[in-house]
């Protein structure tokens, strides 16, 4: 008997000890960590981990993190959906970055019953007619739409020249809402250029934007593209403003483009500046704290996609995809780092554009447009 009552004391010691590391809830992070949007990954993962670090349970269970490195790669990107699914076994995801890789992911997610919510993927189609996809960020019609309001109400644009990054569907999809919004208004595009990502020369391109006589160019391209653009249009002697999206608001942009970005504006998603609520106001110290320098957008946006993933875990008692899934759906108000957060329809966040220009080499707010 006593044998018996020391090996039943010994499994349940077992027990305990093993309890935490079966309990845990797996998120899967599928980001560019290396090649060319390797900046935008990495800022992204930096809020994640600051979002973990104010909340690392949920449920009283402990949250691992799983990250995988998409290398800026559509393939990779669907691969490492499928390794964080069927071997990691974690119960949402959050990734990609990129619209063209994270619509490569979240057919993948969308078969399993995995939640996933990408925190700056902005094309319309990566949560279209989707059950299980979500963004934090604002999708790119209604970026567009606004882009096209802003050149014409405050740049006072007529005539607007475009040079869009053909390789892209975020810059195609992007040009196309913003002439859309653009020629309603009564406006005119007098030129329009195409690029490849990684392209280092853009003088033919720039040469045709100078002979249209613009008043505005309208680049919607990622930072790389953008900050080459500048530095080449002002040595072509061409000194037509230019306005792009969100994937400009990168650090690499004021490094690469120097003093020939002052000036640029663009549509973004934050800025510390239009921080305001009290949960948005413990982030920001929390990231700038550990990480000693100022919080941008795309770290923003990755703290907001955990702490909604979190929140919908919370809401649905468990980590059920279906009741995880309608639980983002039904968001509501959220107090998210970028902003109050509702979910519209097609899981797109209805939430205000933040304006921002370049200065100086920083980053300076100047208004924030409602839908």
């Known amino acids: 008997m006593p044998t018996i009552k020391r090996l039943l004391l010994i499994a349940g010691l077992l027990l305990l000890w093993v309890a935490p590391a079966s309990a845990e809830i797996k998120l899967g992070i599928y980001l560019p960590m290396t090649g060319p949007a390797a900046a935008m990954g990495q800022m992204v993962w930096e809020g994640v981990q600051a979002a973990h670090q104010l909340q690392p349970q949920v449920l009283g269970q402990p949250v691992k993190l799983v990250l995988v490195d998409?290398?800026?790669?559509?393939?990779?990107?669907?691969?490492?959906?499928?390794?964080?699914?069927?071997?990691d076994k974690v119960a949402a995801i959050i990734g990609e970055v990129i619209s063209s890789d994270t619509l490569a992911g979240v057919p993948i997610a969308e078969r399993a019953g995995i939640p996933n919510i990408s925190p700056t993927a902005t094309n319309p189609l990566v949560t279209q007619n989707r059950q299980f996809a979500f963004r934090a960020c604002f999708e790119d019609s209604l970026q567009g739409r606004v882009a096209a309001r802003f050149a014409w109400e405050n740049l006072h644009a007529r005539k607007v020249a475009l040079l869009i990054d053909q390789a892209q569907d975020y810059c195609v999809g992007l040009a196309k809402y913003f002439t859309d919004e653009f020629k309603r208004r009564g406006g005119q595009i007098v030129a329009t250029s195409y690029i490849q990502t990684g392209d280092q020369d853009f003088t033919a391109q720039i040469s045709a934007l100078k002979g249209a006589r613009a008043?505005?160019?309208?680049?919607?391209?990622?930072?790389?593209?953008?900050?080459?653009?500048?530095?080449?249009?002002?040595?072509?002697?061409?000194?037509?403003?230019?306005?792009?999206?969100?994937?400009?608001?990168?650090?690499?942009?004021l490094s690469i483009g120097?003093?020939?970005?002052?000036?640029?504006?663009?549509?973004?998603?934050?800025?510390?500046?239009?921080?305001?609520?009290?949960?948005?106001?413990?982030?920001?110290?929390?990231?700038?704290?550990?990480?000693?320098?100022?919080?941008?957008?795309?770290?923003?946006?990755?703290?907001?996609?955990?702490?909604?993933?979190?929140?919908?875990?919370?809401?649905?008692?468990?980590?059920?995809?279906?009741?995880?899934?309608?639980?983002?759906?039904?968001?509501?108000?959220?107090?998210?780092?970028?902003?109050?957060?509702?979910?519209?329809?097609?899981?797109?966040?209805?939430?205000?554009?933040?304006?921002?220009?370049?200065?100086?080499?920083?980053?300076?707010?100047?208004?924030?447009?409602?839908?």
């Open 258 to 371: 120097g003093d020939a970005v002052n000036g640029m504006y663009f549509t973004a998603h934050f800025h510390r500046e239009a921080v305001t609520s009290p949960q948005a106001k413990k982030f920001l110290q929390a990231y700038e704290g550990r990480y000693k320098k100022s919080l941008d957008a795309f770290a923003a946006l990755g703290g907001d996609s955990y702490a909604l993933l979190l929140g919908a875990i919370s809401q649905a008692g468990g980590t059920d995809g279906p009741k995880v899934a309608q639980a983002l759906a039904a968001t509501k108000d959220f107090p998210g780092v970028t902003g109050a957060i509702t979910m519209g329809p097609d899981h797109n966040p209805l939430k205000g554009v933040t304006i921002i220009k370049v200065e100086q080499g920083k980053f300076v707010y100047q208004t924030t447009i409602k839908p």
């Open 70 to 87: 998409t290398r800026s790669d559509r393939i990779e990107a669907a691969n490492a959906v499928s390794r964080l699914i069927e071997s």
């Open 215 to 253: 008043d505005l160019i309208y680049a919607p391209n990622y930072y790389a593209e953008d900050a080459l653009l500048a530095k080449q249009a002002k040595d072509l002697g061409v000194a037509t403003p230019i306005l792009t999206g969100d994937g400009a608001q990168v650090p690499e942009l």
